[in-house]
């Protein structure tokens, strides 16, 4: 079963009390970060159910994620209005559509080439994008309207506005966390986990592990597509550099760094990585090169990530310090 | 296409084909025995081309330029694996994909730090700047040719290396079974850092010997790395011969792909890549235990 102790659910909710309470505090430059970082959330825990539960490492995940987001770009190229009630599944199908031949092709194969495949489809991805000039390039596209919710004049949530789409976007996410939560804990979910705890006895318990593995595939990059629509919507712009192998790179680390095995690492780690740089484009002249220190720490000191911290601190602490009596010899 | 402009497009594949060989067998070579992925792979061959270029203006000749070059980036390479990669053998892949990727963010800061952003350019040497006449109105520069022979040349020297010598049986033994062979007295460490620190100048090599033909410019590094995976996993990882025919498979599939549809050229190598891996999943010359 997957579940997570009392004093880590206090927490989440007091995390999501304050997430809920922030917008009249952060102004338009963090409110908008938020947003963001919320978003990048959903994608990073749509990766985690690849990575952290079905032991699946996908390098291209991004794919997905851009992918929503040209489609969106696609639907809203020659209209001033249209309606979400068919934009969005129109977005979410066309990447579901994608995830199921690359997932096809990529399930077949496992460990390295796995990596290596899913990292191919998406530069192949990524170039149909770049060099597609009809579809701006490498400039990408601007997303001058938004669809709406709107029924005849009636119009419940404008997305138009910064608050609303705010809490638009902590509303996905909390769905998003506990849609992927009943689904760990479904028979689908126990499959795939075990899967990733060993694929050979779950096939000998008579399991389709391949097709287990492929669904897996297909509802994390469909969750992909839906954090890339949202992020669309945000920023209004979409480009190849969204499909990018930086991106998937980006959104690996974010889960890494949360911590992978569990929903709200990567929702941490996302926090964490954002204001990370945010910061040190304050202090530095080149935040990248600090980025890369730090992932590879990361990736050296702290391996279960900031999920993992507390009981990292706790054993540390437990650990008694030499010379400190200890047992007679 | 006339019979001359299809010669042209088939010296030019082949002379990328050698280029990624170069790269691409580095790679194969460190995942096939360290079983590590180098993302930071690519960033040798970048670092190549600007230690080229920037030895250039101190030595004003290419030669002496690769001369000075491949040992700088070899001992790049050995600090790397000493540093970081040595500390990730017992690791999960994801760990060492997400450690090299780390790595690219660093060097390719370093690569902006050191030398800036813009495009460089180095000059083809006096003597090989000449064109070989294939008809009235169509040549051939000398230069691709030269790459083509050099690589060749490197390439039959590291056939030789890994078939006939003692420290080339190391690496083949390490690669079909590393605890034998520690085990059997030889240390693997060593062995892993000289294969390590090869590849690195290899890659390195192709940057400085591409450099005049190519132009130097930030992310060539990224690019090359991306190719030479396809290429990786093409030819079946680990097998060197794989590589081989993978980097001539993708240096066709890409020049004649730029010829034949320049709109989707890329892409032609990805689906090249996608219908070789539906034949046969663990590549051209893979072992099927994956």
């Known amino acids: ?329 | 296409m006339d019979f001359t402009s299809f010669l042209i497009q088939l010296l030019n594949s082949v002379q990328y084909g050698f280029l990624l060989f170069l790269v691409a067998s580095g790679l194969t070579l460190v995942f096939g025995i360290m079983g590590i992925i180098n993302l930071a792979h690519g960033a040798f061959y970048m670092f190549g081309a600007y230690i080229v270029w920037w030895l250039f203006g101190f030595t004003e000749s290419l030669t002496l330029s690769i001369l000075f070059g491949v040992p700088l980036i070899m001992l790049l390479g050995l600090a790397i694996e000493r540093l970081a990669i040595a500390h990730l053998y017992q690791r999960d892949h994801l760990y060492q994909v997400l450690l090299t990727f780390g790595m690219i963010l660093v060097l390719n800061e370093c690569q902006k730090i050191f030398w800036g952003t813009d495009f460089y350019s180095v000059p083809v040497p006096e003597v090989l700047s000449g064109s070989i006449p294939l008809t009235e109105n169509q040549v051939y520069p000398i230069y691709r040719v030269f790459i083509s022979i050099v690589c060749m040349l490197i390439a039959a020297g590291m056939y030789l290396l890994i078939q006939k010598t003692r420290l080339g049986m190391t690496i083949r033994a390490g690669a079909s079974n590393r605890e034998m062979v520690q085990a059997l007295g030889v240390n693997i460490n060593w062995v892993f850092a000289v294969v390590f620190s090869l590849g690195a100048g290899l890659a390195g090599f192709a940057g400085m010997i591409g450099a005049p033909v190519s132009s130097v410019y930030p992310g060539m590094g990224d690019q090359i790395l991306i190719i030479s995976f396809v290429v990786v996993v093409i030819g079946g990882i680990g097998s060197i011969k794989g590589a081989f025919i993978g980097a001539m498979l993708i240096g066709l599939a890409d020049t004649f792909g730029k010829v034949l549809v320049p709109d989707f050229a890329s892409m032609a190598v990805y689906a090249t890549m996608a219908v070789i891996l539906l034949w046969r999943p663990q590549g051209l010359f893979g072992q099927s235990a994956h």
């Open chain 1, 1 to 329: 079963m997957f579940r997570t102790s009392l004093t880590t659910n206090l927490i989440l909710i007091c995390l999501l009390v304050v997430l809920a309470a922030l917008p009249p505090f952060l102004g338009i430059y963090y409110g908008n970060m938020v947003t963001r970082l919320m978003i990048l959330g959903i994608f990073a825990m749509s990766l985690d159910l690849l990575i952290g539960f079905t032991g699946l490492v996908s390098f291209g995940h991004a794919a997905f994620f851009g992918l929503s987001g040209y489609i969106l770009g696609i639907v809203m190229m020659d209209t001033e209005t249209a309606s979400i009630y068919w934009v969005l599944p129109a977005c979410l199908g066309v990447t579901a559509l994608a995830s199921l031949v690359i997932g096809w092709f990529s399930v077949r194969t496992s460990g390295i080439y796995f990596i290596m495949i899913t990292l191919a489809f998406a530069q192949m991805l990524f170039y149909f994008f770049n060099e597609n000039t009809a579809l701006g390039g490498s400039d990408g596209m601007f997303i001058f309207a938004k669809p709406t919710l709107a029924i005849g004049s009636w119009n419940p949530i404008d997305f138009e506005d910064h608050h609303t789409f705010y809490y638009v976007v902590l509303v996905s996410l909390i769905l998003s966390y506990l849609g992927l939560r009943r689904l760990l804990n479904a028979p689908f979910g126990q499959v795939i986990q075990g899967i990733r705890t060993n694929e050979d006895r779950t096939r000998a318990l008579g399991f389709a592990t391949r097709r287990y593995k492929l669904v897996s595939f297909i509802i994390a990059g469909t969750l992909a597509g839906f954090a890339g629509f949202l992020e669309a919507m945000h920023t209004s712009i979409i480009s190849p550099a969204h499909l990018g192998w930086h991106e998937s790179g980006n959104v690996m680390m974010t889960v890494i760094l949360g911590g992978i095995g569990t929903l709200h690492g990567p929702v941490l780690g996302a926090f964490a990585f954002g204001f990370l740089h945010d910061w040190l484009q304050d202090v530095t002249e080149h935040p990248t090169l600090y980025m890369g220190i730090f992932v590879i720490a990361v990736v050296l000191f702290l391996p279960r990530g900031i999920a993992g911290l507390p009981a990292d601190i706790a054993r540390w602490l437990r650990r008694k310090p030499p010379g400190d009596g200890g047992s007679p010899p």
